[in-house]
């Protein structure tokens, strides 16, 4: 089973900065099959990058996603106040399925 | 509008089944894998199982294995998880998604609002 790692746990930001989330994986994942998710208190899970870097369909380009093999990031520029909220990676490289465990991004 | 609702969830005793359902509207659903997700309260997200578009290829998270089936009804645009020997650990908002697929990768880019299943005594 592949373990997405995210970090930092928490990240404390304030409206207007960048804010850089990581996401490590315990072996390599193809970057196709890596993909970012933002779920908001109470709301479903919202698709925000797949393929490591392609936004998905009506997400700002504030948003974006890097990285291959076993190191990704997502960065969110210009914070604005709708984007405070918990992120999650998820790998569909390899079954099972694996989400990391989060990076709640916190004013 | 494209969509998907869930139903079925409720308390159950452990030991007990359940089977949750999922419609789809609004788009094709027999060309979509499609996958049920869960959340247990306050913690992270969890894939549970896929099913294949035709229904041929099925896959689960090893703790649920011999104990969840996932089925389909194209005719009715309905995704099912028959849940059975239910534990506290199964204790979840259970979620419906759609995979999409393309040459750029893959996502869960629909979701349904999920539906909770407790299972408790």
């Known amino acids: 089973e592949i373990v997405l790692t995210q970090s930092p746990g928490t990240l404390s930001l304030s409206p207007g900065e960048r804010a850089t989330l990581s996401c490590r994986a315990s072996?390599?994942?193809?970057?196709?099959?890596l993909a970012w998710y933002q779920q908001k208190g109470g709301q479903a899970p919202r698709v925000l990058i797949y393929?490591?870097?392609t936004r998905a369909t009506g997400i700002p380009d504030r948003f974006s996603g890097s990285g291959s093999g076993t190191d990704f990031t997502l960065t969110i520029n210009r914070l604005e106040p709708e984007d405070f909220a918990v992120y999650y990676c998820?790998?569909?490289?390899?079954?099972?399925?694996?989400f990391g465990q989060g990076t709640k991004v916190e004013v | 509008e494209v969509q998907l609702v869930e139903s079925g969830g409720g308390l159950v005793q452990p030991g007990g089944s359940l089977r949750l359902s999922c419609v789809a509207s609004?788009?094709?659903?027999?060309?979509?894998?499609m996958s049920w997700v869960r959340q247990a309260p306050g913690k992270g997200l969890e894939w549970v199982a896929n099913?294949?578009?035709?229904?041929?290829?099925?896959y689960f998270v090893d703790s649920v294995k011999g104990r969840f089936t996932v089925s389909r009804d194209t005719a009715n645009n309905s995704l099912y998880l028959q849940m059975n020997s239910l534990t506290a650990e199964d204790t979840a908002l259970y979620y419906c998604?759609?995979?999409?697929?393309?040459?750029?990768?893959?996502?869960?880019?629909?979701w349904g609002q999920g539906t909770m299943v407790t299972v408790s005594s």
């Open positions: 998820q790998q569909y490289d390899k079954s099972p399925w694996t």
């Open positions: 072996q390599s994942v193809s970057s196709s099959y």
């Open positions: 393929g490591a870097s």
């Open positions: 998604a759609r995979v999409y697929s393309s040459s750029s990768g893959r996502a869960f880019d629909v």
């Open positions: 609004g788009f094709t659903f027999s060309t979509y894998w």
């Open positions: 099913i294949k578009e035709d229904g041929s290829e099925k």
